[in-house]
């Protein structure tokens, strides 16, 4: 199957400090990624919707200015969590969506974000 | 709006009995329906989905689920658990023709015990 991955798996930061996260898709194109947030025993929260070459969409209440989101290529996205604090620890996971064939997504391993 | 739930937060079953992961939609339209597991600290691993077609979709690991439009459900089920299945369970589901993203269920939480 599809393979997505991100980098890093788990990043400490301390409190002001960006933090870049990564998601590939290894070997498909993906036209779409998207970007989901999880609280601890909690299920994802759908963050934004990144597509190739034109600004991402965010949800309602999703701030723009602290979660910026690239989509460069058909294989990159990344979302840099600006000026982080504790509040913003969390497990942030990408996916990805190729546009051609199935409907299914693809999930990445996640990304542990901690911030001291 | 279309939305998701799963009633359980937990299920117990024994190892080597059959398994039920329930979930029910709510959708405007024909739901495009996904199942997927996250084990410990990792992404969601894709089980199955139903677009169209026939109701009763064969998966991955020995999974399947059954949409049931009339009850608006989407069960995950398994005949014979494994304790490696025990992991956390998301149904999710989307609309065609409308928004990309997938809306989750709340998870549900399998333990199978050995």
């Known amino acids: 199957g599809a393979v997505v991955s991100q980098h890093p798996s788990r990043v400490i930061c301390k409190s002001g400090t960006s933090v870049k996260i990564e998601c590939r898709s290894l070997?498909?194109?993906?036209?779409?990624m998207f970007w989901y947030r999880q609280f601890p025993k909690k299920s994802l929260m759908l963050m934004a919707t990144s597509n190739e070459g034109s600004k991402a969409t965010y949800e309602q209440g999703v701030e723009k200015d602290k979660f910026l989101i690239n989509h460069a290529s058909l294989t990159l996205s990344t979302l840099t969590v600006t000026s982080a604090h504790p509040e913003d620890s969390s497990f942030y996971i990408c996916s990805a969506k190729a546009e051609r064939g199935t409907d299914t997504q693809y999930f990445g391993p996640g990304t542990r974000l901690t911030v001291l | 709006a279309q939305s998701v739930a799963q009633p359980e937060d937990q299920v117990n079953v024994a190892e080597g009995n059959p398994l039920t992961v329930k979930c029910t939609y709510s959708v405007s339209g024909n739901p495009y329906l996904f199942w997927y597991v996250q084990y410990p600290n990792r992404g969601l691993q894709f089980l199955l989905k139903?677009?169209?077609?026939?109701?009763l979709v064969k998966g991955s690991y020995g999974f399947e689920a059954e949409f049931n439009k009339s009850q608006t459900s989407f069960h995950l089920k398994k005949p014979s658990a494994l304790v490696s299945d025990s992991a956390l369970y998301f149904c999710a589901v989307r609309v065609p023709g409308g928004r990309r993203a997938l809306t989750f269920g709340s998870g549900t939480r399998l333990q199978v015990q050995p």
């Open positions: 139903y677009i169209t077609g026939d109701n």
């Open positions: 070997d498909f194109q993906a036209t779409t």
